[in-house]
Every structure is written in structure tokens, then in C-alpha cells.
């Protein structure tokens, strides 16, 4: 097997890598930071806050709920193409693990952690 093409491609990426950073450094403008530009920008309005604001725990907690889910209905979808050719067991072992994931969702509900208030 030769590693011929694989070296080509890999000079050819660096390349093109360190080409468009010397582009970048040729041609971007040269502005100097001041006290307004490092301001946070609000839709042109003043901040009424400083930069550290505090943040809901539940924000938090409804995304990684969000990634779990997501997760899971992603790991469903190959076991519905190949369910019904593998027979009873798989489909069985299919509703079992959409039942565990129905509990979590009402003990997650019941519990009120998929309110989001301020």
C-alpha cells in the first residue's frame, strides 16, 4: 500500500492552511481595541448589566436533558431498520428501551425540571 497520496493531500492541506493565514495577515485591517469596541454589544442599545450575569440552573439542565433525548432518538433509528429482520427479541428489547425512556421523560416532567422561568 502506498502512503504516497495520503503525503500529497497532507503538504496540499498545510499548504493551503498556511497560505490562507498569510492572506489573512495581508489584507485584514489593523484596528486598535478601545474602550468602546470591547463593550458588549446589545441590538445597539446600552448594557444595563455588567459583563457576569447569573444563569439558571434549569437553562442548563433542560440542554443536557435536550442532548440526552436527542441522543437516544438518534441510537432508534437504526434499530428500526433492522427490527423486523431480526425477529421478536429485538423488537421486544426496542419497547423495553423506549419504555425506560418514556419513564425519564415523566419523572423528569413530574419533577418540574422542564419549566424554564427567569
Partial sequence: ???L???????????????????????SPRVKNSGVKLEPFECG???QTGNVQRISIKFFIIAVLFVIFDLEIV???PWVLVAR?????????????????AFGLLYVWRKGLLEFQK
Fill in 1 to 3: 500500500m502506498s502512503y
Fill in 5 to 27: 497520496p495520503i503525503l500529497i493531500n497532507l503538504i496540499f492541506l498545510i499548504g493551503f492552511v498556511a497560505l490562507v493565514y498569510l492572506i489573512n495577515a495581508a489584507f
Fill in 45 to 47: 442599545s446600552i448594557p
Fill in 75 to 77: 441510537l432508534l433509528f
Fill in 85 to 101: 429482520s431480526m425477529g421478536g427479541a429485538v423488537i421486544g428489547e426496542g419497547f423495553v428501551f423506549i419504555g425506560v425512556l
